[in-house]
Every structure is written in C-alpha cells, then in structure tokens.
C-alpha cells in the first residue's frame, strides 16, 4: 500500500535543480533508461546505507549493478559513459517530491562532483549526509509508480548490430558531425551506439561533436 506522506521537514527542501529542469529534461527517454535508473537506484541506496557520507564512482556503481544482474543484458551492456543519462530519472524522482539529491552519490573517476554541480545544503558533503540521514523506505512505493509512469511514456529501445553502428560512426565523421577518434573512443561510441542510444546522446557523452548540425532526428 502506498503511504502518504507530507514533505520532509529539514533543510534539504532547499531545491538547487533549475526551475527549468522538467522541461528540459530528456525528450527521448528510453525503456533502457528507465530499466537501468531502476537498478542504480537500488545501488545507491545500498551504498547510503553502507557507507554514509561517501561518494560511489560511477564505474564502481556500475560493477555493482553488474554484480547483482548476472542474468539482466541491458544492466551487463551498460557502460559508466552513459550513466549520467540513466540517473536523470532518478533526480526527476527526488525533485518531484522534494527529497535528498541521492544522485549527489554518483561521481567520476574523480571521485568528486563535475564542475556544475550545485549543492542543495551549502555543500557537496551536506548532500551526502542528508542522503544518509533520510528514510528512503517509505518512499518505495512512489518511486515504483515513478518507474511505472516513466516506462509508459518511454521510447522503447532498439538494438543495432556492430555494423551498422560502425557506418553510422563513418558516415557522421565524414559529414564532419565528429572528430577523428582513436581506437579506444570508437569501440566505446559503438558499444553506446549498439545499445540503441540516439547517435548525438553518444557523442555528446563521449566528447566527440564537433558541430551542432548533429540534430535529433539522426537515430
């Protein structure tokens, strides 16, 4: 049964997401995405409970999730490059019931927040000990119908063979959409192309564009 609940009474209600964040929010969200923001969202929580206060890096939390779905494809093809796109149905979650940034937990390999990172409590540090204090428990029940509503809005994923990610790479690279890559970037931008990603999400995610002419409709 769900509860209901009224807002949380500390200083976390202090909202940093833009005012603009539903809005601008990703317009082609994927099963894949949801799917995924699902698993991590357990993974994070685990990692609160865990180790209260400390950052998870996104590699980490990805071999956790890989760990935890041996049988699962689309957890074991997933790729940390990408994770950043998975949690934004996580912070729509918290944002929309006003509850502690959990995504503040995922890092880089840094093991700190990107430049842009704007804490709700003063600090990166006060985010993660209000993640840790709080009761997620409770909150089960939203966040499965979360998921329930993102998954019927969501744009059902497709696969696309090695080959044809390969002639999409050629075709942008000579169109001069992205830069030359080495070795190393092409086999992560076709592992990215392969799960079904939007050809501009994985240049984006990857660092590759060179122009804006990269438009949406390039699937």
């Known amino acids: ?39 991590f969202y357990e993974v994070l929580l685990d990692h609160a409970r865990a180790a209260p206060g400390r950052s998870l890096r996104y590699k980490e939390a990805l071999r956790r999730a890989k760990t935890i779905h041996v049988d699962d494809d689309v957890v074991q093809s997933a790729v940390p490059v990408s994770m950043g796109r998975r949690l ?3 912070v729509q979650f918290v944002k929309e019931h006003q509850l502690p940034p959990l995504t503040c937990l995922a890092v880089n390999e840094t093991g700190l927040p990107g ?32 998921v ?27 169109a001069g959409q992205i830069r030359r890559l080495d070795p190393s970037e092409r086999v992560e931008f076709v592992k990215l192309l392969m799960t079904g990603i939007d050809l501009r999400d994985a240049a984006e995610d990857l660092g590759l564009l060179v122009t804006a002419g990269l438009g949406k409709s390039e699937k």
């Open 115 to 146: 430049a842009s990172y704007k804490p709700v409590n003063r600090t990166w540090q006060a985010d993660l000990d209000a993640v840790a204090a709080f009761d997620w428990a409770p909150w089960q029940g939203r966040w499965n119908l979360h």
């Open 148 to 174: 329930a509503k993102e998954m019927k809005s969501a744009r059902p994923f497709q696969r696309r063979k090695e080959e044809d990610a390969s002639q999409m790479i050629f075709e942008s690279f000579k």
């Open 88 to 90: 934004d149905v996580i």
């Open 1 to 39: 049964m769900l509860c209901l609940l009224g807002r949380p009474r500390v200083s976390f209600l202090r909202c940093a997401f833009p005012k603009n964040f539903l809005k601008n929010r990703m317009t082609k969200i994927t099963t894949i995405d949801v799917h995924l923001a699902q698993v």
